[in-house]
C-alpha cells in the first residue's frame, strides 16, 4: 500500500525509455554502452544525462538504437553466445521483474546497497533487475484541432470512431497487455477487475476497430513521426513521446482517464565489456537529482529522487492530471500476471495482429 501510495504521489510528474542519436569514436578509451529506443527520448537524456556524466568523468556514452523487443533479444543472444558489446539497456518495470530478465541481466542488490540509506530516492529506485530510470503513462492521445469541443477521455471514447473518426495508432510489439487492456475497459470492464485479463473478451473488442487502425507501431520514435504526419488522429502512446510531440509545438493533447502506469529501469548485461564504467553512469544518474529533473522537465516523467520532483518547472506541473485522476483513473497494471502470461499472450497477439 505505501509503494501505491507512493507511485500515485509522483505520477503526476511522470514518463518512460533511451536509443541511437549517435555512435562515438570507437577508439574512445573510456565509454560505456547503453542501448535504448532512439528519437527525442534519447535526446533528452543525451542532454541532461549522458553529456554531464562525460564532462564530469571523461567517459564517453555510446547509444545503441532497438526496438524494446530487439533489446531483449540482442541482450539474450550475446549472453547466450558469451560474447557481450553492450553494456546497459532500457527495460520496462514490468519485464524487469521476469525470470527471462534475470537470466541475462546481473543482479544489481550488491550495488544498491549505497544507496539504501537515501531517503530521497523512493523505496523502488534501486532493485535487483536495475535502476530506476522514470515512471511515466502509456494513455490515449489526440488531435484537439480534429475532435471539437468534447475531446475524447476514456478508451470507450477511443473505439466510437462515429463521434471521433479519424485514423488509430496503437503499439505492436512484444508486450501486447497494454493494448488488450484498453479493449477490455473500452468494452466496460473497471479497472479494479481488469486483471486477470479476459483475453478472448479483449480480443473480440479488438475486432470491433482493426480496421481503423492505420498504424500500429514498434517504437517510440515511430509513434511520434506517426503523429507528426499526420497518421492518426486517436493513439495510445507513451506519456514521455506525447510531451516532446508537444514541445516541438504540435497539436496534441492527452488523458490521464485512459492512462497505464509503466517505467523504465537501467538494466546491466551479465558480462558487460565496461561493468565499473556502467555502473558508474548508473550512480550519477541516482545520485544527482538536477539531471533526473532536467530529463523529466523535457519527458514529462517522475523522477526517483523526491528533490528531483521539487525541481520541475511550472509548467510541467501544469501538465500533470488531478489527484482526482490519479486515484479514479490512473491503472496500475499486474506485474506478477503479465509476467507468468506473457508467452501466451504475445502468441495470440501475433496470430490475431497479422
Known amino acids: 500500500m505505501q509503494t501505491r501510495k507512493y507511485v500515485y504521489a509522483v505520477f503526476g510528474f511522470a514518463i518512460t525509455a533511451l536509443a541511437v542519436l549517435r555512435q562515438e569514436p570507437l577508439q574512445a578509451q573510456e565509454r560505456v554502452i547503453i542501448a535504448s529506443t532512439g528519437g527525442a527520448y534519447d535526446r533528452a537524456l543525451k542532454e541532461a544525462w549522458f553529456d554531464p556524466f562525460t564532462e564530469a568523468t571523461g567517459i564517453s556514452v555510446v547509444i545503441v538504437s532497438a526496438t524494446n523487443a530487439e533489446m531483449r533479444a540482442k541482450a539474450a543472444a550475446m549472453v547466450q553466445a558469451g560474447n557481450v558489446s553492450w553494456d546497459l539497456y532500457l527495460e520496462g518495470e514490468i519485464q524487469a521483474a521476469s525470470d527471462a530478465h534475470k537470466q541475462v541481466t546481473e543482479d544489481m542488490s550488491s550495488f544498491c546497497t549505497r544507496f539504501a540509506n537515501n531517503t530521497d530516492l523512493a523505496a523502488n529506485a534501486c532493485q535487483a533487475g536495475g535502476a530506476l530510470l522514470q ?89 511520434v513521426q506517426g503523429f507528426r504526419n499526420k497518421e492518426y488522429d486517436l493513439g495510445q502512446i507513451w506519456l514521455t513521446r506525447a510531451k516532446a510531440l508537444k514541445n516541438e509545438g504540435l497539436p496534441i493533447a492527452w488523458s490521464y482517464q485512459a492512462s ?93 495482429v497479422r
Not at 473478451?201 to 507501431?217: G, M
Not at 523526491?306 to 482526482?324: F, N
Request: charged fraction near 25%; aromatic fraction near 10%; include cysteine.
Open 135 to 223: 515512471s511515466t503513462a502509456t494513455l490515449l492521445v489526440y488531435r484537439p484541432d480534429q475532435v471539437g469541443t468534447n475531446p475524447p477521455k476514456t478508451w470507450a471514447d477511443m473505439w466510437d470512431t462515429a463521434k471521433y473518426p479519424g485514423g488509430r495508432a496503437f503499439p505492436n510489439f512484444d508486450d501486447p497487455w497494454r493494448v488488450l487492456a484498453a479493449a477490455l475497459m473500452a468494452d466496460g470492464v473497471k479497472k479494479e477487475e481488469l486483471f486477470p485479463l479476459d483475453v478472448d473478451r479483449a480480443f473480440r473488442k479488438l475486432d470491433e476497430i482493426r480496421d481503423e487502425v492505420s498504424l500500429w507501431w514498434k517504437t517510440g520514435d515511430q509513434s
Open 260 to 352: 497505464f502506469l509503466v517505467g523504465d529501469r537501467i538494466a546491466l548485461i551479465k558480462g558487460a565489456p565496461n561493468r565499473e564504467n556502467a555502473l558508474k553512469l548508473v550512480e550519477f544518474w541516482l545520485a544527482n537529482p538536477q539531471v533526473q529533473a532536467r530529463a523529466c522537465d523535457v519527458l514529462s516523467c517522475t523522477p526517483p529522487s523526491v528533490e528531483a520532483l521539487s525541481m520541475l518547472s511550472q509548467e510541467s506541473r501544469a501538465s500533470m492530471p488531478t489527484s482526482a485522476e490519479l486515484s479514479d483513473s490512473v491503472v496500475i497494471p499486474d506485474a506478477e500476471w503479465i509476467n507468468t502470461n506473457a508467452a501466451t499472450l504475445l502468441q495470440r497477439w501475433n496470430s490475431w
